[in-house]
């Protein structure tokens, strides 16, 4: 029971299933049925067969619903078609007609169409001019403007033509840029910038070269118009100060120039010159660099490249260009200080080249800058220092070196008046001024020396009236006393002091040139002065003077003549002060003024002199001396003096005569003169008592007779006797005898054998032979011993010769002894 109704539930199941798959299948597409289909083969077993059972059942089912729809229409069916057989007839016979019709119709349009046709042609030609025409007026402009892009281009007018460029770019080519031309046209446009930029570079590259070429006389015409400015302003100056004093200026050779109504002339010798050249310049155009240089490249090509949107670029290539340039122009030629032209140009393309560089700098907006020029002149500055300190240090001729100064101080002040600083140009003339000073001295210890040189030493002889003033219009020599004589009369000194003396002034005019135009104050400048004549006395003329005592031919004459002129010298430099004074207008008692050192100069070569003649003389003493032929063997004296020595004593005679010439108008120089006499007298004699005691005890000589001591006697009287003439007056009493004291001692010991007084009082202050060395009179006494010896063999029999032998013999011991206890003593 239980089985029966499980199974009937489950074919219930299974018929509920079927139609659930057949309403699918129904109701689904037929690519889609796999599935479902598949899940009926996938249930029970046999459960295909009872679904196609229920297939073929829902199949008969669907037929007979087919059949019965089929019945129910089937007459209305039947009805229309023969409705439509009824409507075929009339179909034909519309057909015939409406073919009868369309051909009539085609008939009568064809002439219509072909009309028709034509007018569609006309009107499509129109239409096409029309836009011709418009497209043409659109071209033309671009073609004009392409036309007239090439005429400028062709009449190089470059920057019109970028602008040109720049309006077809952006206003007319877009216009029509879907022409072919026009494509053509705007990829030729930047060809032809590049070719514009190309040009004007090179145009730029020209002009460089150009500048380079014309710099030179640039600057020499801004150099002459900044020298007629600083003239004119010199000659304003002058003549706003009225008819008072004005500080002179001197020409190198010493000359004062001419003055008119106390008014000096600017530059001395050369102002004819100046004014000359002065005068042909104001008939002349005066020119600038512009007038000189066309300045249109260097504009264009900035223009061009600033609308080109590269300024930048072109500005760094022009600058890099130009200090290029810069260094060439400072690079100065190999030989450039042999002339003065070298130098000249020189300057003159510097000054061309910073010219240049002003114009450009304020004529154009950014392409140079303060700061780049600053650094440029900057690095151009330092560059000319060193050339300028190297070239004139090679430099020995001083007037090359002043005119070398006037170009540095006009090329200063060309370029200050353009705002380049120029202070370190002034400082290199001051180091340049200290070498000029230096080619100064050079060049007067040369004059010195040719001065000395022809001078002949001797007082200068006067004439007449007309040349005593010649003489002291040339130096200021006063003597009341000579000035009472009647001529021909002599002026103490030589013809070199007042040769020396104007070239002490000519040589204050050449340093004074150098210091003009400096801008420094006359304090200043006295000061120059001062120093630089300090250095012409102390070194310059004090050497040549040291150089002239110590010649070989110089003789006494001489050396007397150079103390007076020595003297006169000295007297003169109170009156160069004055000199200097004048020029300047600065007083000599203002705190920092410098002294002249000429009193020291003068004294000290006066003093070299003294004593080159204390040294000539003990000179021609010794050759004097060197004559003596003493037979020191002789038995007895001749009776007279030596030749030699009388021919020396008449030469101090002679000698000491010349002495009267030295100046003694004053008391100072009396007393001067008198102690120059009297100590080379004074000199002579000690070196000539020195002399002769040295030959006497010469270790040469061995033996000396009795009678070569007389000998030697008569001559040291001779020389007593000269000494107590008084050769030179002034001398006290036996003050000059003195010289021969040691002498005569020793010799009057020996002529009288006083060997017992000497004994007894030696050492006592009041000894009559306090004067006599033990040693030397044992020297002496032992070399007359051993002539004692040789010549009197014999005399051992005699008892008087032996007692004297004895007696040498004992002094001998006695004296040895005392110079034995001298030297244990000291």
């Not at 062709?154 to 952006?170: C, D, F, H, I, N």
């Not at 910073?354 to 500055?381: I, P, Y």
């Not at 000035?483 to 002091?497: H, N």
């Not at 101090?652 to 010439?661: I, N």
Request: glycine share 4%; charged share 25%.
């Amino acid at each position: 029971m239980i089985t029966s109704n499980m199974a009937d539930n489950e074919s219930v199941e299974c018929i509920t299933e079927h139609e659930r798959i057949l309403q699918e299948i129904e109701s689904t597409d037929t690519a889609c049925v796999g599935p479902t289909l598949r899940s009926v083969y996938d249930d029970q077993p046999n459960a295909h067969k009872r679904f196609m059972e229920k297939l073929e059942v829902r199949i008969r089912n669907h037929d007979r619903e087919i059949e019965k729809m089929c019945n129910f229409h089937h007459q209305g069916f039947v009805d229309a078609i023969t409705e439509l057989l009824k409507v075929r007839a009339d179909a034909e016979k519309l057909m015939g007609q409406v073919t009868d019709t369309n051909r009539r119709l085609q008939d009568a349009g064809r002439e219509v169409t072909a009309q028709t046709e034509e007018v569609i042609r006309c009107r499509i030609q129109q239409r096409n001019m029309t836009t011709t025409v418009e497209r043409l007026q659109l071209c033309i402009p671009v073609l004009e403007m392409y036309s007239k892009l090439k005429e400028q281009l062709e009449s190089k007018r470059y920057y019109a033509a970028l602008k040109t460029m720049e309006q077809l770019e952006k206003v007319y080519i877009p216009r029509v840029s879907r022409y072919r031309f026009c494509q053509i046209m705007a990829e030729n446009l930047p060809k032809l910038r590049e070719d514009i930029k190309d040009i004007s570079m090179s145009d730029l590259k020209d002009f460089l070269e150009s500048i380079r070429k014309h710099s030179d006389k640039i600057g020499e015409t801004a150099m002459k118009q900044a020298q007629q400015h600083r003239t004119f302003n010199s000659v304003v100056q002058k003549h706003d100060s009225g008819m008072g004093y004005t500080k002179p200026v001197y020409s190198l050779n010493g000359r004062t120039p001419t003055q008119h109504n106390g008014l000096a002339a600017e530059e001395g010798v050369d102002q004819p010159e100046e004014e000359g050249v002065e005068e042909d310049q104001s008939e002349e155009e005066v020119l600038t660099a512009q007038d000189l240089v066309d300045f249109s490249p260097v504009y264009r090509c900035l223009h061009i490249y600033t609308v080109l949107g590269d300024r930048e670029t072109f500005e760094n290539y022009y600058r890099k260009q130009r200090k290029k340039q810069a260094r060439l122009v400072l690079q100065p030629q190999s030989n450039m200080q042999e002339t003065v032209e070298g130098y000249r140009r020189y300057f003159n393309q510097i000054v061309g080249f910073f010219l240049v560089e002003d114009h450009v700098l304020h004529s154009t907006q950014g392409l140079l800058t303060r700061a780049f020029t600053d650094e440029l002149w900057n690095m151009a500055l330092s560059k000319i220092t060193a050339v300028l300190r190297t070239h004139s240090s090679y430099c020995s001729d001083p007037d090359l070196v002043l005119q070398l100064k006037n170009l540095i101080v006009i090329f200063a002040d060309t370029l200050q008046g353009y705002g380049y600083p120029v202070n370190r140009l002034f400082d290199l003339l001051f180091e340049i001024r200290d070498q000029y000073n230096e080619t100064l001295l050079k060049k007067w210890a040369l004059v010195f020396r040719e001065i000395f040189e022809l001078d002949n030493y001797s007082p200068i002889p006067v004439e007449t009236e007309e040349e005593y003033k010649s003489v002291i219009s040339r130096f200021p020599f006063h003597d009341a006393e000579i000035e009472k004589q009647d001529f021909p009369k002599k002026l103490p000194m030589s013809q070199s002091v007042p040769q020396i003396y104007v070239q002490v002034k000519e040589f204050i005019y050449a340093s004074l040139k150098f210091s003009e135009s400096l801008h420094r104050s006359w304090t200043e400048i006295d000061d120059m002065l001062r120093k630089s004549t300090n250095l012409l006395l102390t070194r310059t003329l004090s050497g040549c003077l040291q150089n002239l005592i110590k010649k070989p031919h110089i003789g006494l004459t001489e050396l007397v003549q150079i103390i007076i002129n020595t003297t006169h010298l000295e007297q003169a430099c109170k009156y160069l002060e004055d000199f200097i004074t004048n020029i300047t207008n600065v007083s000599p008692e203002t705190v920092h003024t410098t002294r002249l050192y000429g009193l020291s100069t003068f004294k000290d070569a006066r003093h070299a002199a003294e004593g080159e003649i204390y040294t000539k003389l003990n000179q021609k003493i010794d050759e004097f001396i060197q004559l003596a032929d003493y037979d020191w063997g002789m038995p007895e004296s001749d009776g007279q003096a030596s030749g030699y020595l009388m021919d020396l004593i008449n030469f101090l005679r002679s000698t000491f005569q010349v002495f009267t010439h030295l100046p003694n108008n004053c008391n100072d120089h009396a007393a001067m003169s008198g102690k120059v006499a009297q100590t080379a007298c004074m000199s002579a004699c000690k070196h000539l008592s020195t002399s002769l005691m040295q030959m006497l005890l010469d270790s040469e000589l061995k033996q000396i007779s009795m009678g070569a001591v007389q000998q030697f006697n008569l001559d040291v009287i001779q020389c007593e006797l000269f000494a107590s003439s008084e050769p030179v007056p002034g001398f006290q009493g036996d003050t000059l005898q003195l010289a021969f004291i040691d002498l005569r001692q020793l010799l009057d010991l020996f002529m009288v054998w006083d060997w017992s007084t000497y004994l007894a009082d030696y050492g006592q202050p009041t000894s009559k032979y306090l004067r006599v060395n033990p040693s030397t009179a044992l020297a002496l006494l032992e070399k007359m011993k051993d002539t004692s010896k040789k010549n009197n063999i014999f005399s051992q029999f005699r008892k008087n010769d032996r007692d004297k032998q004895k007696l040498i013999e004992t002094v001998v011991k006695q004296l040895r002894s005392l110079v034995n206890g001298m030297s244990q003593h000291s």
